[in-house]
């Protein structure tokens, strides 16, 4: 068999990586805004169901949804989908200068376009509480199937570089779905902010091959968020 002949049939055409590449991220991004969607419309019928009072009892059952599905998928294998400390050591001046930019960005920003809506929320929930869930679904399982299914058509370096952006995208989508209780006007900021932050988790949990710094990251940002 000629030379020519073998790399041609070892690798995928360009075409069926194109369409591979763009079906990832359509399925990524759909699957992310009816995951948003459906978590709103479980809340609706909970909410119902108990009528909770106490707000942190009840962004505690808003986040469920993500604890329960996500939680049934991660605890069979933790550590595939990034539970573990990793490379976090041999990174950690990465996650560091990582942290202080995003939290010198987001309040710069803040300073200029003023307080949000979270900015009187609870800081234990939108701290501690929703980067965990947040962080579970979007890094844990989404990432970590990109990962996979990218990994089985492009090189190392270029399904890393695909899996991180549209990770980060469909993250930036799923904040769409806040248009149902929020200002359109805010919703859409909201969600390309979301998809920069979400691209910078991607990353740092790609490169410590763990997802706590990602949720580190994540609460920070939402720290100074609410500190505005």
């Not at 041609?8 to 759909?30: E, N």
């Not at 359109?184 to 900021?189: D, G, S, T």
């Amino acid at each position: 068999m000629r030379a020519d002949t073998i790399r041609r049939t070892s690798r995928p055409y360009p075409r069926t990586a194109a369409a591979w590449t763009i079906g990832c991220f359509l399925l990524a991004s759909g699957a992310s805004l009816l995951f948003a969607i459906a978590n709103a419309a479980y809340f609706e019928l909970v909410e119902g169901l108990l009528d909770p009072v106490d707000p942190n009892y009840r962004a505690l059952l808003f986040s469920s949804w993500s604890l329960i599905l996500g939680g049934a998928v991660v605890i069979w294998r933790p550590r595939a989908f990034g539970f573990q400390f990793g490379r976090v050591v041999e990174t950690r001046r990465l996650i560091v200068g990582m942290c202080v930019v995003a939290a010198m960005t987001t309040a710069l920003l803040l300073a200029i376009t003023g307080p949000t809506p979270y900015s009187a929320a609870s800081a234990w929930v939108e701290v501690v509480l929703v980067p965990f869930t947040e962080e579970l679904v979007f890094r844990g399982i989404l990432l970590t199937v990109l990962l996979l299914a990218l990994g089985r058509i492009h090189a190392p370096d270029r399904a890393i570089l695909l899996a991180v952006v549209i990770d980060g995208v469909a993250f930036g989508i799923a904040h769409l779905a806040n248009a149902a209780t929020l200002d359109l006007a805010f919703v859409l900021p909201q969600a390309v902010f979301a998809s920069v932050l979400g691209m910078g988790c991607a990353y740092l949990m790609v490169k410590s091959n763990s997802i706590y710094p990602a949720i580190v990251l994540h609460a920070l940002v939402n720290g100074v968020v609410v500190a505005f």
